[in-house]
Structure formats: C-alpha cells, structure tokens
Nanobody
C-alpha cells in the first residue's frame, strides 16, 4: 500500500517562500506520476502541479505558474513543491498525490494527509 507523508507547511508572510516535501513509500516510486493539490474550506480541491514518473515534464495551474516549481528525486522517493512569491490566496491545505503511470484521466490513486500553508498579508 502506498503511503504519502507531506511536510514543510507553515506560516509565512506574503512574498516569502516555502518548500513542501512528500515522502513516498510502499511501492516503486518510479511507477507513479506525482502531483500537488490544495484545498480551502468550502471549496473543491484544486490541482496545483504535477510531474511525470520518468522525465522532467511538468504542468502547473495558471495561478501558480512562474512562482511554484515541482520536482522529484527518484533516489529519495520524494517529491517537492518549491513555492516562491507566496500570496495570501495561496493559503490552503496542500496535498500530495500519486497516480499510476499507466492510468489515464484525472483519477489519482493515493493521497497524503495534507499540510497547512498559511500566507499572511
């Protein structure tokens, strides 16, 4: 069974930076594409960024392009989200997710427990 454990959330001032980490275990890491999502109370969970299992192909939500960077270290079974120029609107619980590399569509297979990011103005 895959387990995902996020860390690195916290409180930061607007314009600051945070780096989130997600430790993956339970299956071979390179079988999965990885993503980050976020959710605020009363809203749907929204896509933030994703990275493929094998190559540096990434994609981002328009709201974070140019400010956030997703990366993965297959030797450490970890995916990261570097968040720069943070805005109060980035405040949310951030979730790490894994999707089998053979799965098509928007269904993600596994989710972490989430880490809170709060950006003060």
């Amino acid at each position: 069974q895959v387990q995902l454990v996020e860390s690195g959330g916290g409180l930061v001032q607007a314009g600051g930076s945070l780096r989130l980490s997600c430790a993956f275990s339970g299956r071979p890491f390179n079988l999965y594409n990885m993503g980050w999502f976020r959710q605020t109370p009363g809203k749907e969970r929204e896509f933030v960024a994703a990275v493929r299992w094998s190559d540096p192909t990434t994609n981002y939500a328009d709201s974070v392009k140019g400010r956030f960077t997703i990366s993965r270290n297959n030797a450490k079974n970890t995916v990261y989200l570097q968040m720069n120029s943070l805005k109060p609107d980035d405040t949310a619980v951030y979730y790490c997710a894994a999707k089998s590399r053979v799965r098509s569509g928007n269904q993600w297979d596994y989710w972490g427990q989430g880490t809170q990011v709060t950006v003060s103005s």
